[in-house]
């Protein structure tokens, strides 16, 4: 574990597993290579936004079932390892020398990317020594003097100095507060209940901005809307992060043809269509319903009626639908 540190603890290997995919196929199938996708199902690799979108579609699964929960065998492991180099990192000087190498980062006004490949590491190594959860071993210690204009026995002499100065308690105080933070993530905003993940409350949140669920899918002359993350595409630019967004793939022979079959509607849950708006149109109360409720909807335009009563018309045939929640359509995407 010292030479490869687990940075992404996941159910991906276990759910692939499952479902009777080999390695080679989710390896394939992702655009990735085997060794990837390897490093991916140890820990070891990260996986991108797209990436973690894409493998989430292959392997059939929702993106909150990538993420490791306390009960999960690997999550002991993780968090055990991460206490380990806690406790271990306060006698051993780790976090003095990373909090120095900082400071000297900071102080030549490196950033932190220039700083790693100066000293021929990757960005994830070169962070944890930094923040003192990394072990350096003896034949980089001349490497990161050297990307600082250092020989090995000077760089210790100045973080020495700046430790005796005082100047490193602050940042050292700080690196323990973040890596306590990632012992004890905070619950996702996102809705979804995954309390007790250890590392997927944080990274989850994170992705979930930049994705939207699709809660509905043509079914005969209808929308068959279920309020589930199963399916997630990644959201246009204008509407990342914003609450209530929800898709839909429209019917588009029950439209006319108006609306391209391959095209996502978005949907806004949190806005009311006024006359003339594109909406979604709901036979059930959409705040009441479960992540299993499955129910009819229909894309329409917003019409009034003489008493003021808006609801939803469709044409080729004309037809008027009534339902119980209207949410406006705010853009349509080509897929």
Known sequence: ??????????????????????????A??????????????????????????????ILGCKLSDIFIHESDSVAQNWQNEIKRRLTDNEDSGLKIFGSGLRKIRQRSEKTIARAAKDAKMTLSVYHKIEVGQREVYENEIDVLAHAFGYTASELFDEIAKLYKAGELTKQIDKVKERVKSVLEPVNPMSGLDIRGSLYGAQLY??????????????????????????????A???????????????????????????????????????????????????????SEDVVNAQIVVVRQDAHGKMFGHISNPDEKVSGKTLHKVVMIVMQ
């Open 1 to 26: 574990m010292a030479q490869e540190e687990i940075i992404f603890p996941n159910n991906i290997r276990n759910i692939r597993a499952s479902k009777g995919m080999k390695m080679t196929e989710l």
């Open 28 to 57: 394939r199938r992702a655009n990735l290579s085997l060794s990837a996708v390897s490093k991916i199902e140890k820990g070891v690799r990260r996986l991108n936004q797209k990436q973690l979108l894409n493998v989430c579609t």
């Open 205 to 234: 949140d994170n992705a979930r901005k930049k994705l939207v669920p699709v809660f509905g899918k043509p079914a005969g002359k209808a929308i068959k809307l279920k309020k589930s993350d199963e399916t997630m595409i990644i």
């Open 236 to 290: 246009p630019t204008a509407l990342e992060g914003r609450k209530g967004i929800y898709a839909v793939i429209p019917n588009s022979k029950r439209l006319g043809g108006f609306i391209p079959e391959s095209s996502y509607v978005f949907v806004d849950s949190n806005t009311t269509p006024s006359v003339g708006d594109l909406a979604v149109c709901i036979n059930s109360d959409f705040d009441k319903l479960s």
